[in-house]
């Protein structure tokens, strides 16, 4: 078997085994893309809120409220998300995990979101676990990701120009032509034209799943290195102190904004036990993950331990965080976005094609014999 064959067979066989699980991954990526602006029209009440001309309120302000209304929950994260959006206290329970909305500014109650129930969170889990135990579907779609990196890389060697001739062909999709040659050339040009995207957004996509692929992109960008090393957590002499003291987190996240005025959106990470360090962080844009500057703080007293401001980051580490946002599109703001959900629209139509083309192929094999 020559070596065209030899990458049309892996192509096919590839294809036909994981199709069915690229299609569910791509169309859900495609339902997510926009899941922030749904939900600002259809969720406006208790996401959107009006900007003030004070600050936001502290973290133990919003902590005390959100014990009133959720008493038996623990909370983890308070979360403020820019000038004209609520602020979000993160709790959970044995039970279950819940979102409450707060004005950040009055206090005022909003909303108790249940994730397990909101739509967008559902299509993110089959997204990511198909609705599995993650620990069995995050390695299925680990696996079909990196077949359909293979499948993209194959597709490109048969879908090469072997003549001069031939390069106009490859280009194009011959719409005059029957239903069949319009379905084989779609399948061809539209998988050539998403190529590199699609597996910029797949290996992006697989950190998610695997630890060494973000590795393995930190020492790319930074010749070497450990990712660990830059990413830990300071710890403490828990013997020097008694117990964790709440005002400590209004202290850090003061001290954070004071660090980063210009940020548009911070997080404060909730002490669960004593001697759990106070982390906070804070972004340049709202909604938008990457550029995360980070610093962390004594539980008992709120004084700065270790600061990580985004520009004393690593490469490596910059490029790490900024994952989320390339894989979604969302480093790019709107255009990002619509450029993503055009890559993910076209990469579930592809095991469709594919398979018609296949289909086709052997009823038509089926009819010669």
Request: with cysteine.
């Amino acid at each position: 078997m020559g070596f065209t064959k030899q990458i049309r067979f892996l192509h096919k066989w590839l294809g036909l085994i994981s199709g069915l699980i690229v299609f569910i991954v791509s169309i859900t990526g495609c339902i997510f893309c926009f899941h922030d602006e749904i939900k600002d029209i259809t969720r406006k009440e208790w996401r959107i809120v009006e900007p003030q001309n004070k600050p936001f309120l502290l973290p133990s302000v919003l902590q005390e409220k959100a014990k009133q209304i959720a008493p038996k929950n623990k909370i983890t994260m308070v979360s403020y998300y820019g000038k004209n959006r609520s602020a979000i206290v993160y709790t959970y329970s044995e039970k279950e995990n819940q979102y409450l909305y707060f004005n950040p500014y009055t206090g005022q109650y909003l909303k108790t979101e249940n994730p397990a129930a909101d739509f967008f969170i559902i299509v993110e889990y089959i997204h990511l676990y198909l609705l599995l135990p993650d620990y069995i579907g995050k390695h299925i779609i680990g696996v079909a990701t990196i077949i359909f990196i293979l499948l993209v890389i194959s597709g490109l060697i048969q879908w090469w120009p072997k003549r001069k001739s031939d390069i106009k062909r490859s280009f194009t999709v011959k719409w005059s032509a029957k239903w069949r040659r319009v379905n084989y050339d779609w399948h061809n040009t539209s998988g050539f034209y998403i190529s590199i995207l699609a597996v910029v957004i797949a290996i992006t996509g697989l950190t998610f799943t695997y630890e060494w692929v973000g590795d393995g992109i930190y020492k790319t960008f930074n010749f070497g290195g450990n990712k660990a090393v830059e990413t830990k957590t300071p710890a403490i002499d828990t013997t020097k102190f008694d117990k964790n003291n709440l005002l400590a987190v209004d202290k850090a996240f003061i001290e954070t904004m004071k660090h980063q005025p210009k940020a548009e959106m911070f997080f404060v990470m909730m002490p669960q036990k004593k001697g759990d360090i106070v982390s906070t962080g804070a972004y340049p844009h709202t909604l938008r993950f990457d550029h995360q500057s980070n610093y962390y703080f004594h539980p008992n007293d709120g004084k700065l331990i270790q600061s990580d401001p985004y520009d004393k980051k690593s490469l490596g580490l910059q490029v790490v965080e900024m994952n989320y946002g390339i894989h979604t599109g969302q480093i790019l703001d709107l255009p990002g976005k619509i450029i993503a959900f055009i890559v993910s629209l076209i990469a579930a139509a592809l095991p469709v094609t594919g398979f018609v083309i296949w289909y086709g192929r052997r009823k038509k094999s089926k009819v010669k014999k």
